[in-house]
């Protein structure tokens, strides 16, 4: 890989289980993170003042002002006492607000690609720590390898899954569903801790399904395709998820999504 280019890799949570709600709003969870081999691109060239441009498919949903890349410059720059800049490229090519840890990908994107570039020497822990004040996901973001998250998501603990190279088909319905809105439509019912992943479940489906029902939809059409051992939602959703025996059934699944819903043919990392 380029060293002034980062790769934000996509999220998947193979199961998320919703403990309880907490006292500051937050929601207690224990989930097992994956990661694809393929999401946004980050990179970044020497300029002055800090700035950020975007391109991609999904830009234009995206803002400038609460964009969480500006965000991991100024707090790498506030811990690391840097008064360095740099112009952020960002080419949004996972849908926003989709269950794929789209903002923190990129937002723990830029913290190793600035690391790096400015030769901050931080360690990975270190960027964890920094990437736990911009929000739940970027931790294991930032680490981008599999892992178990408790609490908030953001305690972490590594896991050896056996899963690197598995063929992966990520659909959305191109429907965005903002995180904080379907925690709220969380039922509230604790069914049960989260200890084989192949056997889990994500306790945020029936929400996210009543905010956008065509979920259920994809989550069936997936199931009726050929090779997958794994169908689930990811995350807060709208993207759900497969995996597959083979990339040859991967792919062959993945020619025949319904041309209005967003797809992704991947591997695991």
Not at 13 to 32: K, M, Q, S
Not at 140 to 155: F, L, P, T
Not at 215 to 232: K, N, Y
Request: charged share 25%.
């Amino acid at each position: 890989m380029s060293r002034n280019r980062e790769t934000a890799y996509a999220k998947v949570n193979l199961a998320l289980h919703v403990r309880e709600r907490l006292p500051d709003g937050y929601h207690r969870i224990e989930t097992v993170f994956a990661f694809c081999e393929d999401g946004d691109e980050v990179t970044a060239q020497p300029a002055v003042p800090v700035s950020l441009t975007l391109d991609g498919e999904f830009a234009d949903a995206l803002g400038q002002a609460d964009n969480l890349v500006l965000k991991a410059v100024n707090a790498l720059r506030e811990v690391s006492g840097s008064d360095q800049t740099a112009l952020l490229h960002l080419e949004k090519q996972l849908p926003v607000a989709a269950g794929l840890g789209g903002g923190s990908a990129d937002a723990a994107a830029t913290l190793r690609l600035l690391n790096r570039t400015w030769g901050l020497k931080l360690s990975a822990d270190q960027l964890e720590d920094i990437g736990r004040e911009l929000g739940a996901d970027v931790p294991a973001c930032v680490h981008s390898r599999s892992v178990r998250g408790d609490g908030r998501g953001d305690v972490l603990e590594s896991v050896d899954l056996g899963l690197t190279g598995t063929p992966v088909l990520l659909v959305n319905p191109r429907e965005t569903l903002p995180t904080a809105e379907v925690f709220a439509l969380w039922d509230g019912n604790d069914r049960g801790p989260l200890e084989d992943w192949r056997h889990g479940r994500n306790d945020l489906e029936q929400a996210a399904t009543s905010l956008a029902p065509q979920i259920g939809g994809v989550l069936a059409w997936l199931s009726a395709q050929p090779g997958t051992t794994c169908v689930r939602m990811s995350g807060s959703g709208a993207t759900c998820f497969a995996l597959f025996e083979s990339e040859e059934q991967r792919d062959h699944s993945a020619e025949g999504v319904p041309r209005e819903w967003w797809r992704l043919s991947t591997r695991l990392r």
